[in-house]
């Protein structure tokens, strides 16, 4: 299985912004599913934002479309969630996620199609 290194989790304020990293140990380009997703506390793993790396296609929750953008690098086998006017409420711990192949559009942001993750990266929005 890839191994995934998530980073750029921090604390910042209501409205500001972050851009978290994925570095994969191994090629993901034009192999994988990929995604991020979040956890708060006494709340269950949500999909955030996916992308299938062989044709850039991206997907996005209701929540964080406009905000978030999920990017990949395959020159430095790495995908990017750059996070915009953050709020509260997107404070979790967020995890990157790898799934080898493309995953059915509406399984992209499911959990449990998703088989190898990285440890998580926090991150904390104050009002």
């Known amino acids: 299985q890839v191994q995934l290194v998530e980073s750029g989790g921090g604390s910042v304020q209501a409205g500001g912004s972050l851009k978290l990293s994925c570095a994969a140990s191994?090629?993901?380009?034009?192999?994988?599913?990929m995604g991020w997703f979040r956890q708060a506390p006494g709340k269950e793993r949500e999909g955030v934002a996916a992308?299938?790396?062989?044709?850039?296609?991206?997907y996005y929750a209701d929540s964080v479309k406009g905000r978030f953008t999920i990017s990949q690098d395959n020159a430095k086998n790495t995908v990017y969630l750059q996070m915009n006017s953050l709020k509260p409420e997107d404070t979790a711990m967020y995890y990157c996620?790898?799934?080898?192949?493309?995953?059915?559009?509406?399984?992209?942001?499911?959990?449990?199609?998703?088989?190898?993750w990285g440890q998580g990266t926090q991150v904390t929005v104050s009002s």
């Open positions: 191994e090629s993901t380009y034009t192999g994988y599913s």
């Open positions: 996620a790898a799934a080898r192949g493309r995953l059915f559009d509406f399984l992209m942001l499911s959990r449990a199609r998703y088989n190898s």
């Open positions: 992308i299938w790396t062989g044709a850039g296609t991206t």
